[in-house]
């Protein structure tokens, strides 16, 4: 702690999370998802109600209040720390994002829940038009850490926001996606612009 110490700080849960790995089945010529073993992995009384946590990245979508939020990726740590790096995270070709979240990860059911956890934290911010949100989720309960709300993401090859679109039911394409951003911008500038107008005929 700094002295003299601040006002006011915040405290954030340590997260543990598990890794994922993309796994080759040389013989059968297939990919599939798996963790990799740890003792959160084993399904003894002892381990199989703790929480297992992954990374995970989902965009949000939509007006003020009513944000929806897109299907999430499952982040993959090329490194052994289990935590994406910048140029994971940024730089094309180098991160593992998969959208979206295999089933051999997270079920169905809690994946909607996840959905709808980060949807409503994303409105409890006040965010509006669209953004990405990270956080851990757990995979059993579907709990959610958030990490961080990322309400200027950035437009680059590694960026899963157009790939989530396009998974949303019904698919969205790159162009309708920004057309539709665009369209709620300006709709929100006029509406903004109405207000003012009303306020300033009131204060004369």
């Known amino acids: 702690m700094p002295s003299p110490p601040p006002f006011a700080f915040v405290v954030e849960t340590f997260v543990v999370a598990s890794a994922v790995e993309v796994f080759f089945d040389a013989r059968a010529g297939t ?67 998969l959208t979206p979240v295999p089933p ?28 990405r949100i990270d956080a851990f989720a757990d995979t059993r309960t579907g709990n959610v850490v958030v990490i961080e709300a990322n309400t200027v993401p950035g437009m680059t090859p590694s960026t899963v926001l157009f790939h989530q679109a396009l998974a949303e039911t019904p698919s969205l394409e790159p162009a309708a996606f920004l057309a539709q951003a665009v369209e709620h911008a300006v709709r929100r500038r006029d509406e903004n612009r109405k207000g003012t107008d009303v306020l300033g005929e009131e204060t004369r």
């Open 31 to 97: 990919e599939s998802v798996r963790f990799k073993h740890d003792d959160t992995d084993d399904d003894t009384n002892d381990t199989k109600d703790r929480p297992r946590y992954i990374e995970i990245t989902a965009g949000v979508s939509g007006a003020f209040g009513v944000l929806r939020c897109l299907p999430p990726s499952a982040t993959v740590a090329e490194r052994a720390c289990s935590v994406l790096s910048l140029e994971e995270k940024f730089q094309g070709g180098t991160g593992v994002n």
């Open 104 to 131: 051999e990860l997270i079920d169905g059911d809690v994946l909607e829940t996840i959905r709808h956890r980060i949807a409503s934290a994303a409105n409890a911010l006040g965010i509006e038009g669209f953004a």
